[in-house]
């Protein structure tokens, strides 16, 4: 019932910088924690950052400097804002948000993204 749309996927330089957003909709009563995970060929999925809905963050440590994750509640947008990338950071992207719908609103579940293409080369 609830879907998450995310763009702003590409084909980066290094050094360059991306814009990621995610954009919840459906019968959603709230949204709790949102976050970005990556995965690259032939590796498990990672975190890259979450963030509350108090706007409290957390970043694994490949990205912390280079990477800012926000949001905004009005429009059930997450964003992943990508400074100097690396070719390092090439995977596949996904939105995740943990939800509660107007169908259950005292139960929360997680939903993902349909995944974007990163890629930084040169």
């Known amino acids: 019932q609830v879907q998450l749309v995310e763009s702003g996927g590409g084909l980066v330089q290094p050094g360059g910088s991306l814009r990621l957003s995610c954009a919840a909709s459906g019968s959603i009563f709230r949204i709790y924690n949102m976050g970005w995970y990556r995965q690259a060929p032939g590796k498990q999925r990672e975190l890259v950052a979450t963030i509350t809905s108090g706007g409290s963050t957390n970043y694994a440590d490949s990205v912390k400097g280079r990477f800012t994750i926000s949001r905004d509640n009005a429009k059930n947008t997450v964003y992943l804002q990508m400074y100097r990338l690396k070719p390092e950071d090439t995977a596949v992207y996904y939105c995740?948000?943990?939800?509660?719908?107007?169908?259950?609103?005292?139960?929360?579940?997680?939903?993902w993204g349909q995944g974007t293409q990163v890629t930084v080369s040169s």
């Open positions: 995740n948000a943990e939800i509660a719908t107007m169908l259950r609103p005292g139960d929360a579940y997680f939903y």
